[in-house]
């Protein structure tokens, strides 16, 4: 106790002086302790960042050494070349799907924006011109309740002594009447006059998203347009072998000597420049979305992507018109990263 009183003295405001200052080194202490908590979870994140980033690096490192090393083998460098072309072939494609997709999205949303535009327009014009009659009918009844109690004023104004005396109570009552009808459509008049100008200073609704029905109307177009594509690739086989460069990686495929390499190489170089030239019609896509959406088949009504089997079915249409069928599932290989590509 001596002790004590030697270090915190005996003062009453010297005591709580003290206290107070050990009640502030304890919560900075607390503070400190939190913040200190916080640095070190931050400094793990940053330790996992950094071998996370670590690792990227040495599986970069680890792709170009297996690359440089197909890249000084001549039996693998002519490989290395038809498996690149082929991925920039899918990737060509890949594009041009997702253009093709994004322009119809588009277009749809625009015509489907457009169409609630004109009907809410529409409506607010039928809904200003119901207020615009009532505000008619209520000016024609003000101008008419005026007439009357103008008339009876004067009816009361020029009424004898006597008569006044028998019938002026009821005159009087009756102005009343006249007077309180005339101020209540007045009223009503002008609630509907604010109504009008409230309903003329509305803005027009907001864009909405595509329903599910537009979104499988897009979606069909989009696999015609796919088919389009692999239809004009798939005679050589450069589809298969293209859509094989875009999952695996390089060296995991060998297409044989520099002759047939080449071979490769002149194929893909013949479809690329054929491609614009060989692009299907607006008729021919939509017959053929058509036919696919027939057998279309859905997991759910809310679902606007189909079920991939369904849809495995290739329509080749030529400019007689006449339909021929073959196998290819394209949305269930997911050629082209159509699933990602489709409107859901």
Known sequence: MTSLTAIFGNSPEKQEVDSEKLLDLYWNRAELKKEFASLRERNYQLQDRVKHHEGQTVRMQQKLDHLEGLLLDPEWVHNVVAFFQLRRLSMRCTGRIARFAEQLKQQREKKQHSQALVAWNE???????????????????VQMLEDRLQSE?????????????????????????LAAELVLTQQRESDLLVKLD???????????????????????MILSYAQQLFLHLADDEIATLSKEASEKSVGAVNYGDKKRCDFILRKIAKRLESMEESADSVDVLQHRARLIAEDAMFRSDEDAVPVAGSVSTVYSINANNIVKKRDGNLLGDNYWGLVKILSR
């Open 123 to 141: 409506e607010r014009k039928r809904n200003a011109t119901e207020i615009q009659r009532k505000i008619g009918e209520r000016r024609m009844r």
């Open 153 to 177: 004023r004067h009816r009361l104004t020029t009424m004898n002594g006597l008569l006044r005396f028998f019938k002026g109570r009821r005159v009087t009552k009756q102005l009343d009447s």
């Open 198 to 220: 409230e309903l003329q200073k509305l803005s027009p609704p907001d864009h909405q998203g595509l329903d599910v029905a537009a979104k499988r109307t897009i979606n069909f």
